[in-house]
Protein backbone atom coordinates (compact mmCIF):
# COMPACT_ATOMS: atom_id res chain seq x y z
CA UNK A 1 0.00 0.00 0.00
CA UNK A 2 0.87 3.68 -0.43
CA UNK A 3 0.95 6.56 2.10
CA UNK A 4 -1.09 9.18 1.48
CA UNK A 5 -0.74 12.62 2.63
CA UNK A 6 -3.61 15.62 1.73
CA UNK A 7 -2.66 19.35 1.45
CA UNK A 8 -4.91 22.71 0.55
CA UNK A 9 -7.60 22.72 2.84
CA UNK A 10 -8.29 25.53 4.60
CA UNK A 11 -11.19 28.49 5.24
CA UNK A 12 -12.90 30.03 2.34
CA UNK A 13 -15.63 32.12 1.33
CA UNK A 14 -19.20 30.72 -0.27
CA UNK A 15 -17.94 30.87 -3.74
CA UNK A 16 -14.21 30.60 -3.42
CA UNK A 17 -12.07 28.02 -4.56
CA UNK A 18 -9.78 25.24 -3.75
CA UNK A 19 -7.20 22.65 -4.87
CA UNK A 20 -6.60 19.51 -2.45
CA UNK A 21 -3.74 17.82 -3.29
CA UNK A 22 -3.19 13.85 -2.34
CA UNK A 23 0.33 12.92 -2.54
CA UNK A 24 1.53 9.45 -2.60
CA UNK A 25 4.67 7.78 -1.48
CA UNK A 26 5.51 4.75 -4.25
CA UNK A 27 7.01 4.36 -7.75
CA UNK A 28 3.60 2.06 -8.63
CA UNK A 29 1.01 5.42 -7.69
CA UNK A 30 0.09 5.57 -11.63
CA UNK A 31 -1.56 1.78 -10.64
CA UNK A 32 -3.84 2.65 -8.17
CA UNK A 33 -7.19 4.08 -8.03
CA UNK A 34 -7.60 7.37 -6.24
CA UNK A 35 -11.10 8.73 -4.26
CA UNK A 36 -12.07 11.84 -2.54
CA UNK A 37 -14.34 11.16 0.68
CA UNK A 38 -15.43 13.84 3.13
CA UNK A 39 -16.94 13.76 5.97
CA UNK A 40 -18.88 16.38 8.04
CA UNK A 41 -19.72 16.50 11.75
CA UNK A 42 -21.95 14.45 12.53
CA UNK A 43 -22.36 12.48 9.32
CA UNK A 44 -20.96 9.54 7.94
CA UNK A 45 -18.53 9.95 5.15
CA UNK A 46 -19.55 10.40 1.68
CA UNK A 47 -18.04 9.84 -1.68
CA UNK A 48 -17.40 13.01 -3.52
CA UNK A 49 -14.84 12.00 -6.32
CA UNK A 50 -12.98 8.97 -8.38
CA UNK A 51 -10.29 8.62 -10.65
CA UNK A 52 -9.04 5.57 -12.44
CA UNK A 53 -5.12 5.14 -13.74
CA UNK A 54 -5.92 8.55 -15.65
CA UNK A 55 -7.43 11.66 -16.37
CA UNK A 56 -9.75 9.52 -18.68
CA UNK A 57 -12.22 7.86 -16.06
CA UNK A 58 -13.83 10.13 -13.50
CA UNK A 59 -16.80 9.86 -11.28
CA UNK A 60 -18.44 12.75 -9.31
CA UNK A 61 -21.17 12.43 -6.62
CA UNK A 62 -24.29 14.28 -8.04
CA UNK A 63 -23.91 17.21 -5.30
CA UNK A 64 -20.39 18.30 -6.98
CA UNK A 65 -20.98 17.78 -10.63
CA UNK A 66 -19.84 20.81 -12.40
CA UNK A 67 -18.10 22.39 -9.24
CA UNK A 68 -15.36 19.81 -8.40
CA UNK A 69 -12.88 18.39 -11.17
CA UNK A 70 -10.78 15.69 -10.17
CA UNK A 71 -7.18 14.79 -11.92
CA UNK A 72 -3.97 13.42 -11.51
CA UNK A 73 -0.70 14.24 -12.83
CA UNK A 74 1.44 10.32 -11.87
CA UNK A 75 4.25 11.82 -12.72
CA UNK A 76 4.57 13.67 -9.55
CA UNK A 77 2.12 11.09 -7.51
CA UNK A 78 -0.15 13.38 -6.97
CA UNK A 79 -3.95 13.68 -7.25
CA UNK A 80 -5.86 17.14 -6.95
CA UNK A 81 -9.14 17.72 -6.20
CA UNK A 82 -10.14 21.13 -7.72
CA UNK A 83 -12.80 22.81 -5.75
CA UNK A 84 -15.12 25.74 -7.14
CA UNK A 85 -18.02 27.77 -6.28
CA UNK A 86 -17.91 26.42 -2.90
CA UNK A 87 -20.93 26.48 -0.89
CA UNK A 88 -21.27 25.98 3.28
CA UNK A 89 -22.35 23.05 2.98
CA UNK A 90 -19.34 21.40 1.25
CA UNK A 91 -17.45 22.10 5.10
CA UNK A 92 -15.79 18.52 6.22
CA UNK A 93 -13.03 16.84 6.58
CA UNK A 94 -11.50 15.97 3.11
CA UNK A 95 -9.80 12.58 2.73
CA UNK A 96 -8.27 10.54 0.07
CA UNK A 97 -8.04 7.19 -0.57
CA UNK A 98 -5.88 4.91 -3.21
CA UNK A 99 -5.84 1.22 -3.98
CA UNK A 100 -4.50 -1.11 -6.94
CA UNK A 101 -7.18 -2.87 -7.65
CA UNK A 102 -10.31 -1.25 -9.90
CA UNK A 103 -13.27 -1.90 -8.33
CA UNK A 104 -16.51 0.21 -7.07
CA UNK A 105 -14.65 3.80 -6.59
CA UNK A 106 -17.85 5.02 -4.88
CA UNK A 107 -17.63 2.67 -2.01
CA UNK A 108 -15.11 3.91 1.23
CA UNK A 109 -14.25 -0.32 1.41
CA UNK A 110 -12.80 -0.44 -1.94
CA UNK A 111 -9.86 1.54 -0.97
CA UNK A 112 -7.08 0.02 1.54
CA UNK A 113 -4.77 3.25 1.77
CA UNK A 114 -6.17 6.42 3.31
CA UNK A 115 -4.52 9.81 4.36
CA UNK A 116 -5.03 11.83 7.66
CA UNK A 117 -7.85 14.32 6.02
CA UNK A 118 -7.70 17.93 5.43
CA UNK A 119 -10.24 20.63 6.91
CA UNK A 120 -11.97 22.61 4.64
CA UNK A 121 -14.31 25.21 5.43
CA UNK A 122 -17.28 27.16 4.16
CA UNK A 123 -18.14 30.48 5.42
CA UNK A 124 -21.45 31.73 4.19
Known amino acids: QVQLVESGGGLVQAGGSLRLSCAAS????????VGWFRQAPGKEREFVAG????????YYADFVKGRFTISRDNAKNTVYLQMNSLKPEDTAVYYC?????????????????WGQGTQVTVSS
Open 51 to 58: IGWDDDST
Open 97 to 113: AADPIWRNLWRANSYGS
Open 26 to 33: GRTFSSYV
